[in-house]
T-cell receptor
């Protein structure tokens, strides 16, 4: 089992460019999450999907969109990247929302110039 | 909105000394989880506390959940160099049947040999 995988590992974008971060899990989990991590800010929830077919906003959703493509995959899209979106992005999954251990992917380090 | 504060932000200890990090929520929590993130790595689940006043131990680590379910602590006895990393709490609250986790800002632990 690979667990949670994320692509790419690193990405540099210019302001205004768009990109999609990919996440997949092979644990048959129902819930998936996207977080961003900035120095001194901990992990902040961007969007989550409690179950296949549903998505909901987290603490910092502005500038992002998500797609729960199927039970395995949950993608995060930046339509028009801004320097403030420079961060490390983590995808996570859990068996269910609200009380199950979250498994994190290795992260994507994104720099927007 | 819900906030989860974690103190201290940093802690340097000599190997063998004890370490404690504290987590405080502005609202009553359904449960709280603790994660550890090694430098350059991703968060890894340590434990979940659900009941008021709950205390759980994992070898040298002791986790407590407050009686009011608004605060929690992680205590490490006799730290080792392998304990180095950032420790995060994640508080779960329920709103209209939807569960959301808010992460604390983390405590970065350095252990001096």
């Amino acid at each position: 089992n690979a667990g949670v995988t994320q692509t790419p590992k690193f990405q540099v974008l210019k302001t205004g460019q768009s990109m999609t971060l990919q996440c997949a899990q092979d644990m048959n989990h129902n819930s998936m999450y996207w977080y961003r991590q900035d120095p001194g800010m901990g992990l902040r929830l961007i969007y989550y999907s409690a179950s296949e077919g549903t998505t909901d906003k987290g603490e910092v959703p502005n500038g992002y969109n998500v797609s729960r493509l199927n039970k395995r995959e949950f993608s995060l899209r930046l339509e028009s990247a801004a320097p403030s979106q420079t961060s490390v992005y983590f995808c996570a999954s859990s068996e269910y929302s609200g009380g199950a251990e979250q498994y994190f992917g290795p992260g994507t380090r994104l720099t927007v110039t | 909105g819900q906030q989860v504060m974690q103190i201290p932000q940093y802690q340097h200890v000599q190997e063998g000394e004890d370490f404690t990090t504290y987590c405080n929520s502005s609202t009553t929590l359904s449960n709280i989880q603790w994660y550890k993130q090694r430098p350059g790595g991703h968060p890894v689940f340590l434990i979940q506390l659900v009941k008021s006043g709950e205390v759980k131990k994992q070898k040298r680590l002791t986790f407590q959940f407050g009686e009011a379910k608004k605060n929690s602590s992680l205590h490490i006895t006799a730290t080792q160099t392998t304990d180095v990393g950032t420790y995060f709490c994640a508080g779960c609250s329920v709103t209209s049947g939807t569960y959301k986790y808010i992460f604390g800002t983390g405590t970065r632990l350095k252990v001096l040999a």
